[in-house]
């Protein structure tokens, strides 16, 4: 392997190590993988270039043409000019989609889900950062430099991240750093034959000097400034970027101004965390409530509404935030003629959940709460400002009860063309596999009401779906098609599909997340955990307004218009709740026998007996799963401590035989106690020459380490009888006893400051003799092997004229 072909593969891994530091602000670990394998084929294409000897500005002009090609195959092929030629929609496509990325950023909370945009983003920064790290270690032999895009990549992971990207992603980073810089002195000695200011590495030869320390030279200079400028980047970039606000970025969001009118939505989508919350092992306790709802199967919690399907995934819109009125304006399409029932329910948020969107039965009338917050009229939600969160919130709110007949949904009106044509925008890369299913479902309805009741039973029942938190998360195109075709999911695949199979039937349609109603318990309150995490479709009829209906089988309840032949229940009048006791729902969702097993150890399949019951059969993590963490993490913990560790051996193996039997056994000992000693002076700063005699060097080791008394003593015997072996006709009884190298060692410990010691412990400089070993024994393999070969060609042409005599 050529030495740039060395240096190109450090710079991967390098890079690489650094972008480990940006898997914790993203849910799912899978877009690694995919950046790995285009930064692998940008390399190598870098390695090829290099081996043609093209031009340095060719090189990179090639690096740059594939990235972007691979970029366009990965992100947009649909789009592309044979899948592979980035056109003017590609480029449209990918900018679009890095617009989006910019938008999630500042949504969502860490970790972040993997849309399209954000995946873009991470990629093509990954691979943006190995492209200036292969120009600059690699195309123009400059590695110490390249550290600089490596800590610009920790960086922006690290301001990112909640209390830092942690120390272990740091000395990941770091040993990808000092890989390739130790990759670069491979081939600077290759070349030249000198490293670190003339450091020999000829096995047999003798370091017996040790080079002056007045002059420091340009490499120095250079990592002083580039320790310069990279400590800066650090104090700077974690102090700017928390000061950024919302999403990723400030971790509670929020609408910014205050006063009257003013702001825009930027909060935490909770969708993020939904599957992760499904998925909990212990139904731990977000919220607690009182109601006097006669109906308390129907009561959720609705926290916003997500309305815009980009192909990609389902946001909320960005609107226009005001100031909580003292009572709520009447919703959207609600006509007079509708049934509806005020009701008052006291909520009471734990101090564990943190949420800027305030969950709310749905359609609030009045909310008391105290706090910074402001409503967003179009969804009727609460958002919070300037940082204020759920946490520990108590509040009351009165609500509607709406509760419309089957026909007065069946006779809707049409609803007005502006919202008709903002609900049910659907994008172009919606699969047409989605409209035919939703024509096919629906075919014979006479009306929009009885064609979403068809789409809800289809989903709940007839449709053959299977409800399993397990399956990948998904909001986009993709996603959907992949639902329709497999058929199993949870709710998030279920609503989203029926929402945007309703759009395409021409019906307004949304998706509300929040939870549903929660476990009763014995003292008439009710307990809302993790597992009541929901997602459902809220579709427009005009005249009754947002509809809700529920499409995932075994979830929540299914709303009684929606039933047939269901007699509608009069709620008797309710009394207000004081603040002391309300009056309890009358029971909980039962699970039914037919509820499968794995769903009921999930607690899926209605509300939980109690909160945070876990079935006995869960094994909790895996034998296996746990072995492959432990051996990783001490795998992690070990790298940095290889060039100690190697250290220690090869002082051990120098001074660990007493005795020998033979001259050439004494002349040996003193020869491996020299170079313990040289070692030694390395390790504290003073690199070896093998222009100076042992006498020499000795004698600047005792004056550049401050060497007196018994080291200076010490290091002057084992010089002498290094001369004796080294130009003695006959060394005679030569000897280099292990307590003078322990002595000169602990001279220069003694002499050396605080960083020196721990530099000389930690990251023996010394320890590069590891390397040039081993590339060494490479190095001669490869020759035995060449030999062998000729060997076997030369004997296959002597053997070839007698074939043919005989």
Sequence with gaps: MSGRTRLALCGFVATMTAAGALLPLVETSTWVLRAAFLLAVQ??????????????????????????????????????????????????????????????????????PATDGIRLMLIGGVLLIGLAVDVLAVTFRAAAPAGLPLLALYSVAAGLSDGGAGWLWFLLAACGYLLLLLAEGRDRLSRWGRVFGGVSRT??????????????????????????VALGIAVAVPAALPALDGGLLGGTGGGSGRGSGGGTISAVNPLVSLQNNLNQPENREVL??????????????????????????????????????????????????????????????????????????????????????????????????????????????????VEPTAEQLAGAMAPPSGLAREYTRVPPSLPDVVEKTADRVTEGASD?????????????????????TTVTSGTGTAAIERFLKDK????????????????????????????????????????????????????????????????????????SYTRPDTPSQDPSDPALPTDGASAAPTAAPSVTESCPAQMRRQGECGASAAPGAVDSTDQGTPTGTLVLWVLGSLLVVALPLLPMLCRIRARNRRLGSSGGRTPADAAARVMAAWREITDSAWDHGFPPDDSQTPRKAAARVVRLGGLQGTASAAIHRVAGAVERVLYAPEPGAASAPAEDVRAVRAGLWASAGRWGKLRATLAPRSAVRVIWAFSERRADLGRRWSARAGRERWAARLRRPSRQQG
């Design 448 to 468: 929009d009401y009885e064609r979403a009741v068809k789409l809800q039973d289809w989903f709940a029942s007839e449709g053959g779906f299977r409800y399993d």
């Design 488 to 559: 199993e999911g949870f709710c998030v695949h279920f609503s989203f599909t029926m929402a945007a199979m309703a759009r395409t039937l021409g019906i307004p349609a949304r998706v509300a997340v929040g939870f549903t109603p929660g476990t009763v318990q014995a003292d008439g309150s009710v307990s809302v955990g993790l597992r009541d995490a929901h997602a459902w479709p809220e579709l427009y009829f005009e005249g009754v307004g947002w509809t809700r209906f529920e499409p995932t089988p075994s979830r929540g309840s299914t709303p």
């Design 288 to 401: 607690t409530y009182r109601t006097n709802s006669a109906n308390p199967q129907d009561f959720y919690l609705r926290i916003l509404a997500l309305d815009q399907f980009d192909g990609s995934e389902w946001r909320p819109s960005t609107r226009r935030l005001k100031d909580v009125p003292d009572r709520l304006p009447e919703p959207a399409g609600l006509g007079g003629d509708v049934s509806v029932t005020e009701i008052r329910t006291n909520i009471s948020a734990s101090r564990s959940y943190q949420q800027t969107y305030l969950p709310l039965p749905y359609p609030a009338s009045e909310v008391g709460v105290e706090g910074r917050w402001r409503y967003e009229p179009e969804g009727r939600t609460l958002v919070g400002d300037d940082g204020q969160t759920t946490r520990g919130a108590r509040y009351e709110v009165s609500s509607l009860v």
């Design 43 to 112: 390399t190598g294409v870098g390695v090829l270039a290099r081996r043609m000897r093209a031009a340095r500005v060719l090189t990179v002009s090639l690096q740059v043409l594939v990235t972007l090609l691979t970029l366009t195959v990965a992100f947009a092929a649909e789009h592309a000019l044979f899948g592979v030629l980035p056109g003017p929609q590609a480029v449209q496509h990918l900018a679009d989609l890095l617009t989006a990325g910019a938008d999630d950023v500042g949504r969502y909370a860490i970790p972040a």
């Design 203 to 228: 096995s047999g030869g003798l370091a017996a000097g040790l080079e002056g320390s007045g002059r420091a030279s340009a490499s120095v200079r250079t990592g002083r400034r580039i320790g310069a």
